[in-house]
């Protein structure tokens, strides 16, 4: 009597790890979507909320001074004005991650702003 798997055996085998694997990688895909997604929003909102709070403190600007600004880039808010980049001491919020393609500010009243962003094809409002 011989012994060890037939050649049928083996094929399934190899047919269900197959499938397995799809699943799995198909999984994966769907949480890396995801993340980006979640990044993204959580960029919007934090332009948003950053924008806010300087206009909530700054009663020399107003919100519409903001409209249609580009929040793919990072923003300090200084004494001195609105300026591209990062800067510790003022209030500001980093680049946006490499997934979103756009991002705009958008007043919604005198004293406050909504960030819209896209990533994937997808179009979210945040901050309101």
């Known amino acids: ?64 001074m903001f409209d249609g600004l580009d929040c793919m880039k990072a923003h300090t808010f200084a004494p001195a004005g609105v300026t591209l980049g990062s800067n510790a001491t003022y209030p500001t919020y980093p680049d946006a991650p490499d997934a979103v393609t756009g991002c705009v500010l958008s007043p919604t009243s005198a004293r406050s702003v909504v960030a819209t962003v896209t990533v994937g094809g997808q179009t979210f409002r945040e901050g309101q």
Do not use: C, K, W
């Open 1 to 64: 009597m011989e012994r060890g798997f037939t050649l049928v055996e083996l094929l399934v085998v190899v047919v269900i790890l197959a499938l397995l694997g799809s699943i799995m990688l198909m999984t994966y895909a769907g949480s890396l979507e995801r993340g980006r997604t979640q990044a993204a929003r959580a960029h919007a909102q934090l332009a948003a909320q950053t924008t806010n709070s300087v206009l909530a403190v700054r009663p020399d600007l107003n919100a519409a």
